[in-house]
């Protein structure tokens, strides 16, 4: 099989690609998500492959979705961001572009793309993947494969628990690890050092316009870049915690490679350095045992469209 379409759907963009089996993104396509209207979606998502089948000869299209996909990758059993509700994505698209289509998770397909083409194409058996983004998803793979579960939701990593009793997450549950790792757990602990240490917090205020309320992730990026105390705090608390969840499932799994990917991971060693050592911390105990490498991911914002791609190919 030479060339497939990966399809990258997120709340905002439908991202679409051709790719060759090195990984290589050779064409794109790309539209706005009417994330409200179920059938606009699926129409937009058509589009992005027929234009995209009209210059090349494709096989197979592989679909990325942000949300709980069911084990036979066909159908959108619940999407957070897109009005999908059991959604039968696989077949209308399959039946609209004449082709054959495979339908995963938004994270899935990310974690796919860094086994086989960046950060882990070292690794020939197993990876886990954290994407700390808004919120926290992971990728599982196993024995060269992705790991789906018996209903198709594996790898909800940002829901394991970290903190008993703790914040209220938006999957119901109190001290979910989302809630102290992700993109808005950073945001939450530099607004409540801003709030209570604001003489540290100074290049974090001026950036904010000197408004608690007004801070937000890329300015606390920011402002951490430049030296600012606060900011570099909040990012070794989300680092510690991540390290603690990353150090809990190398003691579950044992994979090969640890790789942490999403929006967040563009802040680089202010995320990554508290999440080594935490990670390393948390592991003493096993000693001279060797553990999994911690990496950042390295395949940007083409991940969600080459790993789908590739597993339309597989």
């Not at 060759?20 to 050779?26: A, N």
């Not at 082709?99 to 796919?112: I, K, Q, R, T």
């Not at 197993?126 to 789906?148: A, H, K, N, Q, W």
């Not at 802040?267 to 911390?281: E, I, N």
Request: aromatic residues 4%.
């Amino acid at each position: 099989m030479a060339l497939t379409i990966g399809v990258d759907i997120g709340g905002t963009k439908v991202l679409g690609g051709v790719v060759d089996p090195d990984g290589t993104v050779i064409a794109t396509s790309r539209r706005d998500t009417p994330a409200g209207d179920v059938a606009a979606t699926r129409d937009v998502i058509i589009d992005v492959v027929k234009d995209l089948s009209t210059e090349h000869r494709v096989d197979a299209v592989g679909i990325g979705a942000a949300g709980w996909i069911d084990a036979t990758r066909s159908t959108v059993l619940f999407a957070p961001n897109l009005a999908w509700r059991d959604e039968p994505l696989r077949d209308y698209v399959a039946k609209a572009v004449n082709l054959p289509v495979v339908v995963e998770n938004d994270a899935n397909v990310a974690a796919w793309a860094e086994f086989r083409y960046g950060a882990a194409a070292d690794a020939e058996d197993s990876m886990v993947m954290f994407t700390v983004g808004t919120g926290i998803g992971g990728g599982i793979v196993l024995g060269g494969g992705l790991v789906r579960g018996a209903h198709g939701i594996a790898a909800e990593i940002g829901h394991m628990l970290a903190v008993p009793d703790g914040h209220v997450c938006g999957c119901g549950r109190h001290g979910c690890i989302e809630q102290y790792a992700s993109g808005n757990a950073l945001v939450r602990f530099a607004r409540a050092g801003a709030q209570a240490e604001p003489e540290r917090a100074k290049l974090l205020l001026d950036k904010a316009e000197g408004k608690v309320e007004n801070i937000t992730g890329p300015i606390v990026t920011s402002a951490a870049q430049a030296g600012d105390e606060i900011a570099i705090d909040a990012f070794g608390q989300i680092g510690y915690w991540l390290g603690q969840g990353l150090a809990d499932l190398v003691q579950i799994l044992d994979p090969q490679v640890l790789v942490v990917g999403g929006g967040v991971i563009d802040a680089g060693d202010l995320l990554m350095t508290p999440a080594r050592q935490s990670y390393l911390d948390s592991l003493a105990q096993r000693g001279r045992l060797p553990v999994a490498e911690l990496r950042a991911a390295k395949m940007g914002n083409t991940a969600g469209l080459i790993g789908a791609a590739d597993l339309a190919r597989q």
